[in-house]
C-alpha cells in the first residue's frame, strides 16, 4: 500500500510539472506533401454551388447601356471626363430622390478620383463593370456644411489639384476666379451631396467634419450610376463624356 502511494504521489507530481510547462516548439525542415485525389474538388458542394454561380454571371454581364467613348481613369489632371461623368449622373439620381425640408436643394456633388477604380471602356457596359468601377458600399449623403467650411473646401480643391466635381462650378485657381452656382450666393450654408466615406472626413475631407446637418438620399453610389445608365439606355441614348473647365489650375 505503501508502495503504491508513494508512486501515484510521484506519477501526479510528474504530470502536473509536465502540464504547467510552457510548449517547446522544434524548427523543421521545409517539406512538400503531395496533394492526392483526397484533395480534389468536392462534386457535391460544386453542384450546390454551380446554379449561384450562374445566376451571378448572368447578372454581372447584363448589358446596361451603350458607351459611345472610353472613359479612362486618369491621374494628375483636375477633371477627366469619367469624374465628370460620375458627378454629374450622381447629381441627377440624388435630385429625383432627395427631399429637403428646408426648400434649400443640392447645391452641387463633390467625390474623390480615388474612389473610381477603373476605366469604363467604349461599347458595352455592363454590371460586372459598374462593380469594378465603384467595388464599395458607399452611400450617397448630402451634408450641409457652413461659410466657414465652404472656404475650407475650396481651399482643399485648390491644394488637391482636383476632385470630381458636378457641373455648375467654375474654379480657375489660375486666375483666382470661383464662380458658384447661383443658389449657393444666396445662402449661408451649402448642401454638397457625397459619399459617407467622404461625409467622414475620408481622402483628408476634414471640411466635412462637424457639418450642420447629414441626411442620406437612400441609394448607394453604385447603384446610382447602375441606374442612370439603365435610364439612358431606355431613352436611347449612349454614354457621351464632356470636359467643361470647370476646375483648372493654371
Not at 175 to 184: F, L, R, S, Y
Amino acid at each position: 500500500m505503501r508502495f503504491f502511494v508513494k508512486y501515484s504521489f510521484l506519477f501526479f507530481t510528474i504530470l502536473f510539472l509536465t502540464e504547467c510547462k510552457p510548449p517547446v516548439y522544434y524548427k523543421t525542415n521545409d517539406t512538400s506533401i503531395e496533394l492526392g485525389s483526397a484533395y480534389s474538388d468536392n462534386k457535391q458542394a460544386t453542384d450546390l454551388i454551380e446554379p449561384y454561380k450562374e445566376k451571378l454571371d448572368a447578372e454581372m454581364n447584363e448589358v446596361l447601356v451603350i458607351s459611345a467613348e472610353e472613359f479612362p481613369k486618369e491621374k494628375g489632371k483636375p477633371e477627366t471626363k469619367l469624374s465628370n461623368l460620375v458627378a454629374d449622373l450622381s447629381l441627377e439620381v440624388a435630385n429625383q430622390l432627395y427631399q429637403p425640408s428646408d426648400n434649400h436643394n443640392i447645391d452641387f456633388c463633390l467625390l474623390n478620383f480615388g474612389g473610381l477604380r477603373t476605366s469604363l471602356p467604349k461599347g458595352e457596359i455592363t454590371k460586372g463593370k459598374i462593380f469594378e468601377l465603384m467595388p464599395f458600399e458607399n452611400e450617397l449623403v448630402v451634408v450641409t456644411i457652413s461659410k466657414e467650411n465652404q472656404t475650407k473646401l475650396i481651399e482643399y480643391l485648390k491644394k488637391a489639384g482636383g476632385q470630381p466635381i458636378s457641373g455648375g462650378l467654375l474654379l480657375d485657381f489660375g486666375n483666382e476666379v470661383v464662380e458658384i452656382v447661383e443658389d449657393w450666393k444666396n445662402h449661408e450654408t451649402i448642401k454638397v451631396l457625397t459619399s459617407d466615406y467622404l461625409a467622414n472626413g475620408g481622402d483628408k475631407m476634414n471640411f466635412f467634419l462637424n457639418p450642420i446637418k447629414i441626411e442620406p438620399v437612400g441609394i448607394k453610389l453604385r447603384d446610382a450610376i447602375i441606374q442612370y445608365c439603365i435610364s439612358e439606355n431606355k431613352k436611347g441614348n449612349q454614354l457621351v463624356g464632356k470636359l467643361d473647365g470647370r476646375i483648372t489650375l493654371e
